[in-house]
Each structure stands twice: as structure tokens, then as C-alpha cells.
């Protein structure tokens, strides 16, 4: 079939616009300060404009699993390029506050969206023996556009001396993606039994399932953890370890190189050995032990405490999205759904988690916070621990020729 031997551009052009979605999200990020200047904002609001995304996210992630069940996923993933590439050019003619977040929950929309895309053009496209390879790339998609975003905006900002400009780029590369989808991309589902598609309801049977809950609360956990850790860490260095702006901004540093080592690393070994769960709960043991090494010790001990926090939180991804594709009865459309819910509940944990956390900074220290906040990585433990293993352990030679 030629959609057949368009798979691998398909799955390309999918990644270019998933990264773009990583990208709207981080990319205000490193010249905030200017934003807030100019549209006459205060932080409390600039904060707002960032978070706002994982929450719109979690909402539209959920509620619009019906919309994806009854269009297929061609029309859905369309609908999140051109939602991420109008939020995207808006940044052109935002006045405010209002607009600007505006802007923003339309990328959020379009964010909620793009759940169900990977999992579903993966599982169709590619054979259960080259998924975990594809899922390794998905997973590290997030940890490459965050050092994209910090490496390249200010040169790209400096080169075309606008931030609305630099704002509005990543929609460009959203519309090309969106050309290249509607022209290669055929909607499997769309064959699918109409009956099938309209009266069953997927997202309900997926909750009754052991193993997509046990995977949506390790997922739930695991966000909840990375992103309190990412967003306070710093200033836990800054106010509490009293380290300098620069010392703590290099440690952090660490986090993200230690995911991308860590998403390649784990995701070829679990792809060549063929099994998932020793790449999931011993990994999120290392997060919580990373996390307290970096709260409780000092120079070379806290370093390697960041390096394990950030390799343990990276290293797990390829298991949590190749998991899905191998529970008992799944179809691709049913994969999306599992990859919309547990990544939902994951995003509205990142949206609750700084709040919450921010707020107890009242009552205790920033370390207890931090501390108290990296335990759901033991319950994230404990209950991939119990799940199934759904995976088949590959012998010496069949591992030779992977």
C-alpha cells in the first residue's frame, strides 16, 4: 500500500510536529522578563501564561477523546497544527495579559490534541519489533526541544530582533508539517466498523482496565515529581543551599543531558532485550533517591543526585509509551486513547503540583517541599512493580542481530 511506504516520512513529519508542540510551550521561557515588560504584566501573570498550557492540555486531552474516536486521528492532529500555528502567529498582534493567554490556550487545545497522535501513527505504521525504537524518539521529544529552546531562541530573537517574531517562527514550521501530513498521511481508522467507532465507549473500558490505571497513576506520580523538582529546584539551590544564580542554573543544567543520555540508553537496551518493566519502577527508585541526594549532600554527591533525578525520569518514557501498544486487545485507536488519558492526568498533575507545592513554601522549608513532593516516585515504583510484564525476553543471539 503506498501509505505503507511513506511510513517512516509520515512518522517524521508527525515528530517535526510534535517537537514544534514541545517547543510553543518552553519557547517565551528564556526572554519572559521582555514580555512582561512590554505587555505591561506582572509575574504572578507571566507564570499563569506558562502553566496555563498543562492544564488546557489535561482538559482538552480528555474531553476530546470522542472527537478523536469519531474522526480518526488524520483530522485530529490536523486540527492541532493549525490550533499551535494560529496561537503560534498571534504573538504577532497580542495588545496584553488577555491575548497573550488567549495565545496560549489555543496551543493548549492544540497540545490536547496531539495525545492520541504518536501512539496511534506507531502502533498502525510499524511492527511490534520497531516500536520501542520509535517510542525512544517520542520520549525524548520534550528534552530535545527544551535544549533547543535555551540554545537557539536568543540567537533566533537577536537575529530577527523581535520576540513576537521568534514566537511566531515555530508556526511556520507547523504549517509545513500540517502540508506534508494531509498529503502522505491515510486515516486507518477510517475503516474501521462504524459500529465499533460509535457505540462503544473506549475511554470507559480503558479506565476498568488494571493496567492503563496502574500506568495512568505512575505517570500522574512521575509528573507530579518532575515538574515541582524542575520549576523549584533552583531556587532551593539559590535561597536555601545559598549557591550563586550561575552555580544552581549549571546543576540544573545536568537534568536535561542526563534525560537525553538516559531516553537513548534505556530505550535501545529495552529494545534489544525485549523486556519493559526492568526499565520502569528501578527507575523511578532512581528519581527519589536522585532527588534526595541533591536536597541532602553537597558538591560532587548533589551533581550525581541531579544526573540520577533527570536520568531516572528520562529512562522510564520508552517503557511508559511502548507498554500500551502490547496490553491484551489493544488496536491503534485504542492506544491512542490510553496515551490521551494517562498523559491528560499527567498534565493536570504538572499544572497542580507547582501551585500546591508553592504554597506550602508558607508552612515549611523549600528542601521538606521538595522532599515530600519526590516521594510519588515510590508509589510510581510500586505500582509498575505490579504491573505485568509485557514484554518477551529476547535470547543472547536474537539480541545480537537487534
Given at each position: 500500500?503506498?501509505?505503507?511506504?511513506?511510513?517512516?516520512?509520515?512518522?517524521?513529519?508527525?515528530?517535526?510536529?510534535?517537537?514544534?508542540?514541545?517547543?510553543?510551550?518552553?519557547?517565551?521561557?528564556?526572554?519572559?522578563?521582555?514580555?512582561?515588560?512590554?505587555?505591561?504584566?506582572?509575574?504572578?501573570?507571566?507564570?499563569?501564561?506558562?502553566?496555563?498550557i498543562g492544564l488546557i492540555t489535561a482538559i482538552s486531552g480528555l474531553f476530546l477523546g470522542g472527537f478523536f474516536i469519531n474522526v480518526g486521528i488524520k483530522k485530529t492532529f490536523s486540527m492541532a497544527l493549525i490550533l499551535m500555528s494560529i496561537g503560534s502567529f498571534m504573538?504577532?498582534?497580542?495588545?496584553?495579559?488577555?491575548?497573550?493567554?488567549?495565545?496560549?490556550?489555543?496551543?493548549?487545545?492544540?497540545?490536547?490534541?496531539?495525545?492520541?497522535?504518536?501512539?496511534?501513527?506507531?502502533?498502525?505504521?510499524?511492527?511490534?519489533?520497531?516500536?520501542?525504537?520509535?517510542?525512544?524518539?517520542?520520549?525524548?521529544?520534550?528534552?530535545?526541544?527544551?535544549?533547543?529552546?535555551?540554545?537557539?531562541?536568543?540567537?533566533?530573537?537577536?537575529?530577527?530582533?523581535?520576540?513576537?517574531?521568534?514566537?511566531?517562527?515555530?508556526?511556520?514550521?507547523?504549517?509545513?508539517?500540517?502540508?506534508?501530513?494531509?498529503?502522505?498521511?491515510?486515516?486507518?481508522?477510517?475503516?474501521?466498523?462504524?459500529?465499533?467507532?460509535?457505540?462503544?465507549?473506549?475511554?470507559?473500558?480503558?479506565?476498568?482496565?488494571?493496567?492503563?490505571?496502574?500506568?495512568?497513576?505512575?505517570?500522574?506520580?512521575?509528573?507530579?515529581?518532575?515538574?515541582?523538582?524542575?520549576?523549584?529546584?533552583a531556587t532551593f539551590f539559590y535561597t536555601e543551599a545559598l549557591l550563586s544564580l550561575e552555580k544552581s542554573s549549571y546543576l540544573m543544567s545536568i537534568f536535561p543531558i542526563a534525560g537525553i543520555i538516559a531516553g537513548l540508553s534505556c530505550g535501545i537496551a529495552m529494545s534489544?532485550?525485549?523486556?519493559?518493566?526492568?526499565?520502569?519502577?528501578?527507575?523511578?527508585?532512581?528519581?527519589?533517591?536522585?532527588?534526595?541526594?541533591?536536597?541532602?549532600?553537597?558538591?560532587?554527591?548533589?551533581?550525581?543526585?541531579?544526573?540520577?533525578?533527570?536520568?531516572?525520569?528520562?529512562?522510564?518514557?520508552?517503557?511508559?509509551?511502548?507498554?500500551?501498544?502490547?496490553?491484551?486487545?489493544?488496536?491503534?485507536?485504542?492506544?491512542?486513547?490510553?496515551?490521551?488519558?494517562?498523559?491528560?492526568?499527567?498534565?493536570?498533575?504538572?499544572?497542580?503540583?507547582?501551585?500546591?507545592?508553592?504554597?506550602?513554601?508558607?508552612?515549611?522549608?523549600?528542601?521538606?517541599?521538595?522532599?515530600?513532593?519526590?516521594?510519588?516516585?515510590l508509589l510510581a515504583a510500586f505500582v509498575t512493580w505490579n504491573m505485568k510484564e509485557t514484554g518477551r525476553k529476547r535470547s543472547v543471539a536474537e539480541m545480537r542481530y537487534r
Amino acid at each position: 500500500m503506498k501509505e505503507k511506504s511513506h511510513r517512516f516520512l509520515i512518522v517524521t513529519v508527525m515528530f517535526l510536529g510534535l517537537m514544534m508542540q514541545n517547543i510553543l510551550w518552553f519557547a517565551p521561557a528564556p526572554f519572559l522578563s521582555l514580555i512582561v515588560e512590554e505587555l505591561g504584566m506582572n509575574m504572578a501573570q507571566a507564570g499563569l501564561s506558562m502553566s496555563i498550557i498543562g492544564l488546557i492540555t489535561a482538559i482538552s486531552g480528555l474531553f476530546l477523546g470522542g472527537f478523536f474516536i469519531n474522526v480518526g486521528i488524520k483530522k485530529t492532529f490536523s486540527m492541532a497544527l493549525i490550533l499551535m500555528s494560529i496561537g503560534s502567529f498571534m504573538n504577532l498582534i497580542v495588545n496584553g495579559f488577555w491575548a497573550l493567554l488567549l495565545a496560549r490556550i489555543l496551543i493548549g487545545i492544540g497540545f490536547g490534541f496531539c495525545l492520541p497522535v504518536a501512539g496511534t501513527v506507531i502502533m498502525t505504521y510499524f511492527t511490534q519489533e520497531e516500536r520501542p525504537y520509535l517510542n525512544t524518539v517520542n520520549s525524548l521529544l520534550p528534552y530535545l526541544a527544551t535544549a533547543m529552546t535555551f540554545i537557539l531562541t536568543i540567537p533566533v530573537f537577536k537575529l530577527l530582533g523581535s520576540w513576537r517574531m521568534t514566537l511566531a517562527l515555530p508556526g511556520v514550521f507547523s504549517l509545513g508539517a500540517l502540508l506534508l501530513w494531509l498529503k502522505y498521511y491515510f486515516d486507518q481508522t477510517e475503516a474501521m466498523q462504524v459500529e465499533e467507532r460509535l457505540n462503544r465507549n473506549i475511554l470507559r473500558e480503558l479506565i476498568k482496565n488494571r493496567e492503563v490505571v496502574l500506568l495512568t497513576i505512575a505517570d500522574i506520580c512521575d509528573m507530579w515529581s518532575f515538574q515541582f523538582v524542575t520549576t523549584y529546584m533552583a531556587t532551593f539551590f539559590y535561597t536555601e543551599a545559598l549557591l550563586s544564580l550561575e552555580k544552581s542554573s549549571y546543576l540544573m543544567s545536568i537534568f536535561p543531558i542526563a534525560g537525553i543520555i538516559a531516553g537513548l540508553s534505556c530505550g535501545i537496551a529495552m529494545s534489544k532485550i525485549g523486556l519493559r518493566k526492568p526499565f520502569t519502577w528501578p527507575l523511578h527508585l532512581t528519581i527519589f533517591i536522585g532527588t534526595t541526594m541533591a536536597l541532602y549532600l553537597t558538591g560532587f554527591g548533589r551533581m550525581f543526585g541531579i544526573f540520577l533525578s533527570g536520568f531516572g525520569n528520562a529512562g522510564w518514557a520508552p517503557a511508559l509509551f511502548t507498554m500500551p501498544m502490547e496490553f491484551d486487545d489493544m488496536t491503534p485507536e485504542k492506544v491512542g486513547a490510553v496515551y490521551a488519558l494517562m498523559l491528560s492526568g499527567g498534565f493536570l498533575a504538572a499544572f497542580v503540583s507547582p501551585f500546591l507545592g508553592g504554597y506550602l513554601t508558607k508552612f515549611m522549608s523549600l528542601r521538606t517541599v521538595l522532599f515530600l513532593f519526590s516521594m510519588p516516585s515510590l508509589l510510581a515504583a510500586f505500582v509498575t512493580w505490579n504491573m505485568k510484564e509485557t514484554g518477551r525476553k529476547r535470547s543472547v543471539a536474537e539480541m545480537r542481530y537487534r
